[in-house]
DNA sequence: CGTTAATCAGTAATAGTTACCATTATGGAT
DNA sequence: ATCCATAATGGTAACTATTACTGATTAACG
């Protein structure tokens, strides 16, 4: 009746490689690189795997603002930073704050269990040419629409 | 060449119902309440009305972790708290604090721009039944996956 | 009014993910 | 070592949320 986990290949080379990464791969970007190694895998088994993982505890499951789900080979209370130009993802070394839940329940009727924090912005690699035009282009859009009747 | 948003019954309506809610509906609850009044509306009608607006920022987009985005009728520097029982949104009023991007930008490489903190709990209508079963679930779902050999 | 670009309804297409199912393989018991 | 119940797999279909396309309609300016 207990069922558990079993040790296969696929689950095996997933959490591996996923091991290897201090990144946040998407489903697919793990399913390409444990393909390398076990070609015949399929795409549904790295999701099912995941998912699996990440109930366990044994990986952690990003589920990040408006974009696909990103995994985590490592737990623990951090939080994540998202590069607006390239849509990779960080660990920030800023230790999740408990105490941000107590003054949150003072505020609400709600009973709450927990919080996440994302952080968004530039990365070192896309600052210098990306965060000007993306300015522009933010501008360029609100002017179109603000600024009408003339 | 100025393009401006025109105003048509669609919009008009989309506009009134979302201001009439404190909830933070999706944008297919949206089409739901439109439709009474405007039978004839699309649902593409509703989605792009729903970007255009947030673009324009008379209404705002929340880009919730996992799941569908939500508007918000009232734009505001808020966070929000979402029921993991029943999925309503709602709005804490615990102001957003913009020094924590600057606690965070001294901890990493990142050009960091803003941040989205988001609670999850149980809402007064579903602390009392589902909290205990919530809390059940989760721990038997530990307990056959970690519990193994025995 | 007439013109024209914005908008519409309806529908097809897309992306990411999950569900299904017949077959295979794992791991505890024999 | 072999057996066997069932967890897991590959392949594929289905599903959900959203976006894109298209030809018809309409708001807003002159």
Same mark, same amino acid.
């Given at each position: 009746m207990t069922e558990h986990l079993r040790e296969t290949s696929q689950r095996r080379v997933i959490l591996e490689e996923l091991g290897k990464l201090t990144s946040h791969p998407t489903a697919n970007e793990i399913y390409e690189l444990v393909r390398k190694r076990l070609p015949r895998i399929s795409l549904g088994t790295v999701y099912r795997n995941l998912e699996l993982l990440s109930q366990s505890g044994l990986i952690q499951k990003l589920e990040m603002a408006g974009?696909? @789900?990103?995994?985590?080979?490592?737990?623990?209370?951090?939080?994540?930073?998202?590069?607006?130009?390239?849509?990779?993802?960080?660990?920030?070394?800023? #230790? $999740? +704050? @408990?105490?941000?839940?107590? $003054? $949150? $329940?003072?505020?609400?009727?709600?009973?709450?269990?927990?919080?996440? +924090?994302?952080?968004?912005?530039?990365? #070192?690699?896309?600052?210098? #040419?990306?965060? @000007?035009?993306?300015?522009?282009?933010?501008?360029?859009? @609100?002017k179109n629409i603000i600024g009408r009747k003339d």
């Open positions: 974009t696909q @789900k990103r995994f985590d080979g490592t737990i623990g209370n951090h939080y994540h930073i998202r590069c607006i130009g390239c849509g990779r993802v960080d660990d920030l070394r800023l #230790p $999740a +704050m @408990k105490s941000i839940d107590e $003054a $949150a $329940a003072d505020l609400s009727d709600y009973e709450i269990l927990w919080h996440k +924090m994302e952080f968004g912005g530039f990365c #070192p690699d896309c600052i210098t #040419p990306r965060s @000007k035009r993306g300015e522009i282009e933010i501008l360029d859009i @609100k």
